[in-house]
């Protein structure tokens, strides 16, 4: 019985390894990312600063650098400022302005 499992488990692993060679012969094209992509989620305008949402485990560092877009145009620049908490941060708007669903990535 074990040993029909592993045969099971070993033709599944090559078919899994076949295919994976057969897409790299394909020619698969990757794009760059922006790099830590996030969304504002609020602003404080008079302030000047806002919160940030990034994925799990993509938070930025403190002092980086980033920028604001909104329809793929560049409207802010930001700096990570802290406090840091879960997957939200607060950045200080550098210059230009941006608002809650605006795309955040690393410069």
């Known amino acids: 019985m074990i040993s ?7 033709m599944l692993a090559l078919l899994g390894c076949a295919s994976r060679e057969k897409q790299s012969q394909q020619g698969v094209i990757v794009t760059p990312g922006g790099g830590l ?6 602003v404080n305008p008079s302030a000047r600063f806002a919160v940030l949402r990034f994925g799990i485990g993509q938070m930025p560092s403190l002092d980086q650098r980033m920028s604001a877009y909104r329809q793929g145009l560049k409207v802010a620049d930001l700096k990570i400022s802290g406090p840091q908490r879960d997957i939200h941060t607060v950045a ?8 809650a669903g605006d795309e955040v990535r690393a410069e």
Do not use: F, M, Y
Not at 92 to 99: M, N, P, W
């Open 37 to 42: 992509p996030g969304t504002v989620i609020s």
């Open 92 to 99: 200080d708007i550098l210059a230009g302005e941006c608002r």
């Open 4 to 10: 029909r499992w592993l045969k099971l488990l070993v």
